[in-house]
C-alpha cells in the first residue's frame, strides 16, 4: 500500500505559514523548530518541506538533494544547540515516530530533537494491558 499524505496535517499549515512556528532553522529542503510542548530544555523538530508521511517514505521517496539537505539541517542544529558529544556537548537524542506503535501524532515526517537534561533509557516498559 502506497503512502497517502495529507496536506491537513498541522506541519504542512506551519510550511505553508498558515500556523506561526519558532523557527530554529531553515534551508532549502528543511525547517526545523521548537516543539510546542518541549519535553526537554531542547526539544526542536526537524521536518523536510516534502510531503513526506515517515522515515521510510522519505528514504524511499525523496530526492538525494532532499536527504542530503535534511540530515545536514540535522547536523546543524546539533550544532546551534551546543550539543555535539565529539565538540564537549553533552549530547542528545533523535526520534523519528512512525505509525501505530511508534505512536505518531502528525503524520509528516519529524525528528525530535532532545537535550539538555539527561533524557534516561530509551524505552518504558511495553504496556501490560
Ligand atoms: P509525534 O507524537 O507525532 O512524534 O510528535 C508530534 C509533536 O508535535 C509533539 O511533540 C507536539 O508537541 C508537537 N506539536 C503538535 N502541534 C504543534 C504545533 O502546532 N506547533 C509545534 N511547534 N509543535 C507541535
Redesign the pocket.
Known amino acids: 500500500m502506497a503512502y497517502e499524505y495529507d496536506d491537513q496535517n498541522?506541519?504542512s499549515?506551519?510550511l505553508r505559514g498558515e500556523?506561526?512556528?519558532?523557527t530554529v532553522l531553515e534551508t532549502e529542503h528543511t525547517l526545523a523548530?521548537?516543539?510546542?510542548?518541549?519535553?526537554a530544555p531542547d526539544?526542536v523538530?526537524v521536518i523536510p518541506k516534502g510531503p513526506y508521511v515517515c522515515y521510510d517514505h522519505f528514504a524511499d521517496a525523496a530526492s538525494d538533494a532532499e536527504i542530503v539537505d535534511f540530515s545536514r539541517a540535522v547536523g546543524e542544529v546539533c550544532r546551534m544547540l551546543d550539543v555535539k558529544p565529539g565538540e564537549g556537548g553533552q549530547g542528545y537524542r533523535m526520534?523519528?515516530?512512525?505509525g501505530e506503535n511508534?505512536?505518531?501524532?502528525?503524520?509528516h515526517l519529524?525528528i525530535?530533537l532532545l537535550a539538555g537534561r539527561w533524557l534516561g533509557r530509551m524505552l518504558q516498559k511495553p504496556r501490560t494491558d
Open positions: 498541522i506541519f499549515k506551519i500556523i506561526p512556528n519558532a523548530f521548537n516543539d510546542i510542548t518541549p519535553q526539544h523538530l526520534i523519528a515516530n512512525s511508534g505512536v505518531q501524532e502528525v503524520q519529524h525530535h
